[in-house]
């Protein structure tokens, strides 16, 4: 199966928001409704940020939201932090195995 | 607190086999069942493998299908990933990640092992 395209990278400055998509194809995005979001520091484990294409565990931050429109999901961040200065990977259940997205770079400027 | 640690990582030939392991702690072990997710550099994570909560049942990536055993130890906590025939794009950070539930993603992650494979 082929990765899930992600931008490399996107950019905004503190308090704007930014949206991360992920697009896959109908037999993955698009036929589940299983699509993950991961956040990684550098040198940290991935973190689970949202489930289920749109579901925050508990903990997360209600700054982060998640969607999805066909075979597209995207990630939101909305009131961007320093913190949110990461790397962004999304997944989805593709009948047996996991696909992933190739991964973005979120920067903070 | 819930913990993934794996270890096992190193530099190999190609051709040559490692075993990684994850020790967990921190939650019922034998609850869960565990992955093996890659990631090489510049590139995105591929899933590897999975096992069910009994190790009876297993599922690999084609990529590494017939080189690549997953198993468990639950006695021990533990998750092991046997490598062969390793190939130099098989070079990455390997993590362990525990799926929650019955669900489809991954809950809780290790720091990952980093293997490299060259010669």
């Known amino acids: 199966q082929s990765a899930l395209t992600q931008p490399a990278s996107v950019s905004g400055s503190p308090g704007q928001s930014v949206t991360i998509s992920c697009t896959g194809t109908s037999s993955d995005v698009g036929n589940y409704n299983y699509v993950s979001w991961y956040q990684q520091h550098p040198g940290k484990a991935p973190k689970l940020i949202i489930y289920?294409?749109?579901n925050r565990p508990s903990g997360v931050s209600n700054r982060f939201s998640g969607s999805k429109s066909g075979n597209t999901a995207s990630l939101t961040i909305s009131g961007l932090q320093a913190e949110d200065e990461a790397d962004y990977f999304c997944s989805s259940y593709a009948s047996d195995s996991y696909v992933f997205g190739t991964g973005t770079t979120v920067a903070v400027l | 607190e819930v913990q993934l640690v794996e270890s096992g990582g190193g530099l190999i030939q190609p051709g040559g086999s490692l075993t990684l392991s994850c020790a967990a702690s921190?939650?019922?072990?034998?609850?869960?069942?565990m992955h093996w997710v890659r990631h090489a550099p510049g590139k995105g994570l591929v899933w590897v493998s999975r096992i069910n909560r009994d190790g009876s049942t297993t599922t690999y990536a084609d990529s590494v299908k017939g080189r690549f055993t997953i198993s468990r130890d639950n006695a021990k906590n533990t998750l092991y990933l046997q490598m062969h025939s390793l190939r130099a794009e098989d070079t990455a950070m390997y993590y362990c990640a525990r799926r929650w539930g019955i669900s489809y993603f991954f809950d809780y992650w290790g720091l990952g092992t980093l293997v490299t494979v060259s010669s």
């Open positions: 921190g939650f019922t072990f034998s609850s869960y069942w």
């Open positions: 289920d294409v749109s």
